[in-house]
């Protein structure tokens, strides 16, 4: 089992930068798939990026060129290294952890354990 605390959210201006952390404890991130997800009031969750046990990554179209997936074995920790960003990304920012292990998962479904979220803001 793995426990998920993500931090780095805030309130930021039309094409700024955030990078968000998912620190991890109780198991390595290297041992799960690992997932970004975005959420709105009222809306359903939705996939942003995702990062395979090998380092394979995939995004979602709108944030791709903008967004990038990492992850530092060392510190154990996820990170969401967010550019240029829109009024429209504006969310809570959740990681996720699949114990799946495969590429390519972006379903909430699919995905096993989850951190407690961190607001994004982007102002015009």
């Known amino acids: 089992q793995v426990q998920l605390v993500e931090s780095g959210g805030g309130l930021v201006q039309v094409g700024d930068s955030l990078r968000l952390s998912c620190a991890a404890s109780?198991?390595?991130?290297?041992?799960?798939?690992m997932g970004w997800f975005r959420q709105a009031p009222g809306k359903d969750r939705e996939f942003v990026a995702g990062?395979?046990?090998?380092?394979?990554?995939w995004y979602i179209a709108s944030v791709k060129g903008r967004f990038t997936i990492s992850r530092d074995n060392t510190k154990n920790t996820l990170y969401l290294q967010m550019n240029s960003l829109r009024p429209e990304d504006t969310d809570a920012y959740y990681c996720?952890?699949?114990?799946?292990?495969?590429?390519?998962?972006?379903?909430?479904?699919?995905?096993?354990?989850w951190g407690q979220g961190t607001q994004v803001t982007v102002s015009a």
């Open positions: 990062l395979s046990p090998s380092g394979g990554t």
């Open positions: 109780g198991r390595a991130v290297t041992t799960y798939t």
């Open positions: 996720a952890a699949d114990r799946g292990g495969d590429w390519g998962p972006t379903y909430t479904s699919s995905y096993d354990y």
